[in-house]
């Protein structure tokens, strides 16, 4: 078994929740995701683990992670802006707060705004330019060889921000629930 989530089941999911204060948001996605995947969403309280990728800061709270996938929120409650990276994988955000201003590398000119209840795909071998608005909270899912994508998303930690406490607890928290799926026959 290598994937499980799907896009349309996940974003009608992510819509539960819209509108509400953070908390209720949060906790209507959490039991929606534990109802339509159960087993594969952490049963844990959030672990918000701060994440520097391309320039953008926020927190993330990841929900699944296996050698296949992961699905989080991140998010940051101040603007943030910066550069998505280039994968090996397909990215799927959906907006659950705020708005996400981004514009693909290969078409610079054209900027597009996403309010709540949108979803974006940053797809294999694409880049885009990315800008979140103050209180900007996001539905991921990644879906591919993730181990691909951790050098991107852990360079800041390590080169700019050296700082090795987010590179413990994000593989504490990615090596936990990935090992948790592999022992259930997921990759």
């Not at 509108?19 to 209507?28: I, K, R, S, T, V």
């Not at 209180?135 to 050296?162: H, K, N, R, Y």
């Not at 936990?176 to 026959?185: D, T, Y």
Request: overall charge negative; some cysteine.
């Amino acid at each position: 078994m290598a994937r499980i989530f799907d896009h349309d089941t996940l974003h009608s999911i992510a819509q539960e929740g819209i509108g509400q204060p953070f908390d209720a948001m949060l906790d209507a996605l959490v039991d929606g995701l534990r109802r339509a995947y159960p087993g594969h969403i952490t049963e844990r309280p959030p672990n918000w683990i701060p994440s520097l990728a391309g320039g953008i800061t926020g927190v993330m709270y990841v929900l699944h992670a296996s050698l296949s996938e992961y699905l989080l929120v991140f998010g940051t409650p101040v603007s943030s802006e910066g550069f998505s990276g280039r994968y090996h994988i397909d990215v799927w955000d959906c907006v659950l707060s705020g708005r996400m201003d981004t514009y693909y590398c290969e078409d610079p000119s054209s900027a597009r705004a996403y309010a709540p209840g949108d979803t974006q795909l940053l797809g294999r071998g694409q880049t885009k330019g990315v800008y979140l608005a103050p209180q900007t909270w996001l539905l991921e899912c990644g879906q591919g060889p993730i181990i691909t994508s951790l050098p991107m998303a852990l360079g800041d930690a390590v080169f700019s921000a050296l700082d090795g406490r987010i590179l413990y607890e994000t593989f504490k928290e990615y090596g936990r629930l990935a090992l948790r799926e592999l022992l259930r026959g997921k990759i």
